[in-house]
């Protein structure tokens, strides 16, 4: 079967919700080629080496690289992923460069070498990420490790703002806590909850295939039994109690919930926020202590920004 590759040159800031234009529009697989990456120094008792090339990747921005079959709908999805990547900019998203380039591959080309990119990471003091393919071993005592499967096109698990909300999660999680993950996508989140010592997690996504994608990696991940997934947008009529909400999702989303956030709150409950660009930092800290929420903790890794706040 032949497919098309479609590449889109743009800014870091834009890969969260240009990945999910491309999931909508039918991409199978997503790959994120960011120079950071090139710099970034791995671990080395942690997973697998694996060398990276400088020619896959821009001086600047990054590549967002998706696959779609060709057919003869082929030029109409093209457009419509053109369009709403230009509608980003209503929500004063950078673009950067924004091009768009296409070309033809083999499924047997593309459907095992990505897989090169994506290997055991350990992204916290406790927990590794690795895809479901790998054979991978604890390498210290109390680690947990979580397996994905990247298939449905919500990343690896290992992107700057991921990172940040498994951190905060491992630092201010207590045992036995409810914790809502907001926007869950493949569930990492709700799933290191539960291996933290969570109770119960609820699991929201608007994305249909996302509350799936959750269910799926929550059974590979035999916590299922203690996470509730359902497709919701944001916190609208959820009426839960919780310790903790976490959401990693951008900065224009977050601002529109932080009222609900504080609703499903305890007396002294955490509110976790990620996927919050340099440049929004403030507009969220701003809206966070207007609802009333006193700021625990700002942590930042590359260009994003985890902010933990508490309800007093």
């Known amino acids: 079967m032949k497919w098309t590759e479609i590449c889109i040159h743009t800014t870091n800031e834009a890969v969260e919700p240009i990945s999910n234009i491309l999931h909508e529009t039918g991409a199978s697989g997503v790959v994120i080629e960011d120079p950071m990456d090139l710099i970034i120094e791995r671990d080395t008792n ?32 093209v457009e419509e992923i053109k369009h709403a990547i230009n509608n980003l900019i209503t929500f004063d998203i ?55 499967d990247p298939g449905m096109a919500f990343g690896t698990g290992t992107h700057p703002t991921t990172i ?56 590979v991940n035999k916590v299922h039994e203690k996470i509730e997934t359902k497709q919701n947008n944001l916190l609208h009529q959820v009426n839960q109690n919780a310790d903790v909400i976490v959401s990693n999702i951008l900065a224009e989303i977050i601002v529109q919930f932080i009222s609900d956030a504080w609703k499903n709150l305890k007396h002294e409950g955490l509110f976790i926020t990620s996927g919050i660009i340099q440049s929004k930092k403030h507009t969220v800290l701003e809206a966070l ?24």
Do not use: M
């Not at 600047?60 to 030029?75: D, H, N, Q, R, T």
């Not at 202590?289 to 007093?312: C, H, P, T, Y």
């Open 94 to 148: 950078e673009l950067g460069h924004n091009q768009v380039t296409l070309s033809e591959v083999h499924e047997e080309d593309w459907a095992t070498a990505w897989k090169k990119y994506y290997k055991p990471i350990h992204i916290s003091d406790r927990i590794t990420i690795t895809p479901t393919w790998e054979d991978y071993s604890p390498k210290r005592k109390n680690e947990l490790v979580i397996e994905l």
């Open 46 to 77: 942690f997973g697998e080496i694996y060398e990276l090339s400088s020619e896959d990747y821009p001086d600047e921005g990054v590549f967002i690289k998706a696959y779609l079959p060709i057919s003869s709908f082929l030029v109409e999805t």
């Open 164 to 219: 940040l909300s498994v951190q905060a999660l491992e630092t201010y999680l207590k045992h036995g806590d409810t914790v809502i993950d907001v926007g869950c996508g493949s569930g990492v989140l709700s799933i290191a909850s539960v291996l933290l010592g969570a109770d119960k997690a609820f699991a929201y996504d608007l994305d249909e295939v996302a509350v799936k994608s959750t269910l799926l990696n929550a059974k």
């Open 289 to 312: 202590q207007i609802q009333g929420f006193e700021i625990i903790k700002i942590n930042e890794l590359e260009d994003w920004v985890s902010i933990i706040a508490k309800k007093k």
